[in-house]
């Protein structure tokens, strides 16, 4: 018996809407880390245990691969030569390789000049045809849309609910992973099709479905092997420059240091408050330095770099803990959405100050080192 993972189509086909017959278009995604933290909460004065799953190991090192998988063998299997979307960078890197590994076209559509490198250099080595549009994520979804009515093209991003469904397979890892749902579930929110996408997998996995899910509407949820009591509360935070859903409305003119979560109108704007609303949690913002900061402390205190964006769901639910509103004991899962390589700008920013310099000598090389132990 050979034990090769070959990714979350075949782990959990029975819980996807895929076709039998269909051909999983993989890279092996999903099974990713979930860190328990050891450092950063005694650090920061909080008492809870705090899991952070790192959604950065996967392939092309974003969460983006479970959807992007179920989304592109869904498209091959309906026959279709090109896929579509906009993206702020880690979506359309995803699209990108799963089309590569199709043999099909993507199209991405970019905001120019802000998105990090490392997404645009995926986007171009895996041989996307990539389009920088002069305006904002915003736009480029409305244009896709718009595109996609004339064309023959199958739009990839998360409206199209395949995405959704093979995002949900991060939550039935963390339930098989701790033997329950967690107390807490926290995740950066753009496009709020993450989030949604995590309250379906655990509603599935607690056998009661949600008004959320564009396939069941909550009425066919498919009952894991053993019932697993319970789902968490959602919490979902967004960049105080980019927060619609603190503010109760598209937010025009969106801008963060973030730049995956740069986004004024997200797309799952009603699933994402059905989530609010059925699981008792809530939205809230946090200002690029915190973010920042977040980002900076889980990696000198734990070894894990993730991007900006990933770490607001940390850096929330850490204050959250602070002011009690996430009880004291509770077990939260933080959600890692990006791996920080794509992004080594927003950390060298602040100078190199850190670095040393010293001539290529025995002696030199000692002092340094002696001087900092
Ligand atoms: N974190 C990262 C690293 C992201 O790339 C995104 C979304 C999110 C969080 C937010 O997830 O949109 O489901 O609420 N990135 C999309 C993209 C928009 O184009 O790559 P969401």
Request: proline content about 6%.
């Amino acid at each position: 018996m050979t034990s090769r993972y070959t990714g979350i189509i075949e782990t959990y086909r029975s819980r996807l809407p895929l076709a039998p017959e269909a051909r999983a278009i993989s890279l092996g995604e999903g099974r990713t880390p979930l860190i328990r933290l050891e450092n950063l909460p005694r650090a920061e004065g909080v008492d809870a245990d705090i899991y952070v799953k790192f959604e950065g190991a996967n392939p092309t090192g974003s969460f983006k691969d479970r959807g992007m998988t179920v989304a592109v063998t869904q498209a091959v299997h309906a026959g279709s030569r090109a896929i579509i979307c906009a993206s702020t960078g880690n979506t359309s890197a995803a699209a990108a390789a799963y089309a590569a590994r199709a043999g099909i076209k993507a199209f991405v559509l970019i905001p120019e000049g802000k998105i990090a490198m490392g997404k645009l250099a995926q986007a171009v080595v895996h041989g996307a045809t990539v389009v920088q549009i002069r305006g904002n994520f915003d736009d480029g979804m409305r244009l896709v849309k718009e595109v996609a009515r004339t064309a023959p093209v199958a739009i990839v991003n998360s409206i199209n609910p395949y995405r959704l469904q093979g995002q949900k397979t991060a939550a039935f890892e963390i339930v098989e992973a701790l033997g329950r749902a967690p107390d807490f579930h926290c995740l950066p929110v753009g496009n709020a099709g993450n989030i949604t996408a995590h309250w379906i997998g655990y509603s599935e996995s607690a056998g009661t479905g949600t008004a959320a899910c564009a396939f069941c509407g909550g009425a066919c949820a498919q009952l894991p092997p053993a019932p697993v009591a319970g789902r968490p509360r959602m919490v979902g935070y967004q960049a105080s420059g980019a927060a619609p859903f603190l503010r109760g409305g598209p937010v025009k003119e969106p801008e963060t240091v973030a730049t995956a979560i740069r986004i004024g109108d997200p797309q799952s704007w009603e699933q994402a408050w059905t989530v609010q609303r059925e699981s008792g949690g809530w939205f809230d913002e946090l200002g690029d330095e915190e973010i920042l900061a977040m980002q900076a402390r889980l990696a000198a205190a734990e070894g894990v770099f993730c991007e900006p964006a990933s770490a607001t769901s940390l850096a929330g639910a850490v204050r959250d803990l602070k002011r009690g509103r996430i009880p004291a004991g509770s077990t939260v899962v933080c959600t890692l959405t990006g791996n920080g390589l794509k992004d080594p700008d927003a950390v060298l920013r602040g100078g190199l100050r850190d670095l040393i310099q010293v001539d290529a000598e025995r002696a030199a090389v000692e002092r340094a080192l002696l001087a900092r132990l």
